[in-house]
């Protein structure tokens, strides 16, 4: 009697119902972000090159903040350090979820977009140090390695709306442990001055964080000042203040649990707090922090010459549009080939080639990277704006084209996992497991 053969590995299949509509929910905000985010950009741009371009600059340059706390900061630093904690606090919450709840615990699905990941950062890294191999830019190696999520999915709102939902999942938590690896950069690279007191009195406002979010605790009179505390703190300590985010995300609970220490009582704090503080981040943290961080004096066709011309832009640009997507298919081919893993049903490497090509839009983290690779209003900074977007757009330009090509496919595809012939409110491919994505 004949057994039948074990189901092959397959890359970018289906995940289950209520993970799919989890993340659908959660691409629809950050879409909604993007738009926003393109919207602060380009007032950014605009205004930094009008007329008004010096009610800009100082704008950027108003302090406020208590000086006794050493807080004293310019509202261009209130964004970068204060406004993106709240995006790195999102992304731990996500990033955590992810592998306690998630499909992503299944360390099979876990690896694809992890090593891609890895490779995505490695690869442009590396092509950048080759570029400024002696040269005196070569701090700012990190710049080309992030994927700006929200600035990605407003480009598939547009080019890629019957995108298949694996395609999108995998975009999304690729550019999830992007930001923590972007976060782990920071923390270690970028901390100039380390002040080891205040990095210590931080653990204790957090501690207390962690017990009360871990009882379930959700009132803001007493999160909210243990955060700030937590926040003010590593700030002084000279690590990167969105550290601070990360950690707090990375307290919060995913899962309830009952008396008896089990796990299986409901979903945790996390799942509330990530539906409370995304639209916060998506819609009012990165846009104000891209408003505040990607106005750049252009200077006409000789300024942006100039500018493209110096050997970090040249290594940004190289590193987003060729590095990123060379380093993130290089990594999934290689998974493909040594665990005989095959694509999901109607999908090809093209369409892989495609979302690799997006991913090259590296755009808030990599601002930050560039303001604290060569400081804040620096010549050099500048130049590095004007390459993260030249790189981020002739990414978002080639991506389209890629995409483009395959909407057919896409289209088919779409309409099979939307399809609910029996109106039940699941689609029917979620419901029988042995159908095909395509038929």
Known sequence: MSQTPPRRFSLFDRRSWPETRRITAILRSETIGGGLLLAATV?????????????????LSYQVGPAWAHLNLTLAQWAADGLLAIFFFVAGLELKREFVAGDLRDPRRAAVPVLAAVGGV?????????????GDAARGWAIPTATDIAFALAVLAVIGRHLPSALRTFLLTLAVVDDLLAIAII????????????????????????????????SWWLLLPLATVTWTLVHASGVHA?????????????????????????????????HRFRPLSAG???????FFSAGVTLGG??????????????GVVLGLVVGKPLGIIAVTYLVARFTRA??????????????????????????????????TGSARDDHVKIAVLTGSLTAALLATVALRLRNRVYRRIHEAETADRDH??????????TRPAVD
Do not use: K
């Open 43 to 59: 007032l950014a741009l605009v205004w930094a090159n009008s007329p008004w371009s010096d009610s800009y600059q100082s704008l």
């Open 187 to 218: 923390a270690v690279v970028y901390t100039r001055h380390l002040s080891v007191g205040p990095l210590l009195g931080a653990l204790l406002p957090l501690a207390l964080f962690t017990v009360l979010v871990q009882r379930r605790v959700r």
């Open 242 to 274: 969105t550290v601070a985010g990360v950690l707090l995300g990375f307290a919060v609970p995913v899962q309830r649990s009952t008396r008896t220490g089990r796990t299986d009582a409901g979903p945790g704090l996390a799942e509330h707090f990530e």
């Open 301 to 314: 066709l000789s300024g942006l010459t100039d500018a493209l011309t110096d050997r970090a832009a040249l």
């Open 284 to 290: 009012v943290a990165v846009p104000i922090f891209a």
């Open 342 to 375: 095959t694509l999901a049903d109607g999908l090809a490497w093209v369409d892989v080639l495609g979302l690799s090509v997006l991913a090259g839009i590296g755009f808030t983290v990599s601002l930050l990277i560039g303001e604290l690779a060569f400081g």
């Open 424 to 433: 039940d409110g699941i689609p029917d491919v979620y419901q029988d497991l």
């Open 122 to 134: 490695v690869v442009p890294a590396v092509l950048y140090t080759l570029v400024n191999l002696g």
